[in-house]
């Protein structure tokens, strides 16, 4: 039998893309995953996760199980389970929308309840091909999101800008909460460090 230390090293992220109905989630996930696009809505092909493995540093694979969330979103509550089971999550409104964007807070409030500082999340205003259309200035977007000190991008999963860019930035923030310790074959999850911004319960 292997040692602890020489089993095959396995890391795994869970990332969630929450945000109102019909924002362009599935669309996200599609071309971050297979740089496709679609014109029309996806939400009754019921994806519930996809894989990807993203390389951290040498050596150090994570695999990065993203969850959309197939259509539940349109009552503005998903599952708890989805939230709670989060390592990080893509928080994301359309900008031709601006009911998409006051709904933001709604979804804080319930990530908040739910998982609290334990949770890295990125804003995305999506849509941005859309520019004669737009309801929300990107100036809103920066401040909602330094509001609560998340990241911000804005994107187009038409034409596929930011998007990369976006996912590696959630992805970095939820690895860099976890140290590594080098075992025989990559690296061992060891622990999470303190978070930045711990909320003193018990
Ligand atoms: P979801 O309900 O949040 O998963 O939304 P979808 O990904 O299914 O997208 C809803 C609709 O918006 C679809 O008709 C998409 O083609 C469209 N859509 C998604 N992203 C974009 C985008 O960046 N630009 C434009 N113009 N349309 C988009
Ligand atoms: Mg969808």
Redesign the pocket.
Known sequence: MLEEDEKKVEILYKVL?L????????????RYMENT???????TIGIDSKIKIVNLKEGLDAKIQIW??AGQ?RYKTISKSYIKGANGILL?Y?VTQRGSFEGIKNWVKQIKDLVSSRVNVVLIG?????ENQREVKTEEGEQLSKEFNYQFFE?????GININEAFEALIKEIAERYSYKPVKHGYKLENEKASKESKGCC
Do not use: P, R
Not at 126 to 130: A, E, G, H, M, R
């Open positions: 893309l945000g109102d109905w019909s924002v362009g989630k599935t669309c996200l996930l599609m696009f679609t014109e029309m809505h996806l939400s959309d969330t979103e994301v359309d999506n849509k941005i091909d859309l994107t187009t999963a038409k034409d």
